[in-house]
């Protein structure tokens, strides 16, 4: 049940709402195209389902290169870009300006072993297509926070926000992504993405900066927070605030080497943008918020498919009460 839930919980698919290509420009595609994109992408619905959900890890494998050379040849279409590809049980980004996006998925090897898998399709002006297919390599990474990276040494996530930011002429665009990292624990991300003057993506920049926490720490490139595997951890933009905002997190079992025990504890921490870089912010809210009064990035999803969202409430309720009673019996232990 545990793994079934793991896999569940895993489909990070999020609809985004920057559909304004899409729905503005589909008549540039004819529409024996769009009915053979159609064909396509119904053929690739299955293998996107598959290469999570099988229960072999052959089928996956086959599953995820069947998928992965359909969906090429279908973005090999004429102005494919405005094709949205609604049905794929993937990740799929339009940037803000609309002039690229991102897909990502997952393909599980294993229990201990889970990659991401991407591509970045430009907008064209001639409707040909220009893909930067993305590669993981996470699992070769040590340090994933110390580096600026390109396609080919990218730190994989499932995305499902994209902020996009601009300092001295230059786009910044910030991705908000999660990771299906271990048997015990998951991960979310926040990195940045840049094009370089080749207009080659680079992922990572030294935007995060600490300079205000009273323990000083140095900037880095990315920044990710790990958690137990059956919590439910915080991590979105609200746009009304202009802020990232992060559960603050705590181990429930008082062993803070342990990433796998962390849970939130019903504060919240924030990044905000000033002067060209992501400014860490502690203790962004006195007051604990309700459930549901703040963006959740992640859903679980029912046997229909849909989000439960009633499921995801009682699950951060039952995350606070036990991080509120790891604190209860810390504060017993250190007394005499």
Known sequence: ??????????????????????????????ASEKAALKLKEDSMQKFSVNMVLAPEAADRFRSDSLFTRTFVRALQS?????YPFDSLNISKLYS???????????????EYVIMQKGAIQMRT????????????????????????????????????KIIQKENQGKKYYTLLG?????????????????????GEPVFGATKFSFERDTAKRAAVNRFSIEYKKEAKAYLNYDADLDLIIVDHLISESDEPARKS????????????????????????FTQKLKNGEFPRPAMILGEDGKADEKALEEASRRNYERAQKAKKDAEKKKKP
């Open 78 to 82: 004429p102005n494919s870009f405005y």
């Open 261 to 284: 025990t962390y849970v939130p504890d019903g504060d919240y921490e924030a990044f905000k943008w000033e002067k060209g870089r992501w400014i860490h912010e502690t203790k962004q």
């Open 1 to 30: 049940m545990n793994q079934q839930r793991s896999i569940i919980f895993s489909l990070v698919i999020i609809l985004t709402a920057a559909l304004l290509p899409v729905t503005v420009s589909a008549q540039k595609i004819p």
């Open 125 to 160: 002006t001639n409707g040909k297509l220009k893909l930067y297919p993305l590669f993981d390599a996470s699992m070769f990474t040590k340090n994933p926070n110390d580096s600026v990276r390109n396609r080919f040494n990218w730190i994989g996530a499932i995305y499902y």
């Open 96 to 110: 803000p300006d609309s002039s690229f996006r991102i897909f990502t998925w997952q393909l599980k090897k294993d």
């Open 178 to 198: 999660f990771d299906d990292f271990s048997v015990a624990s998951n991960k979310k991300w926040i990195d940045v993405l840049s094009f370089d003057a080749a």
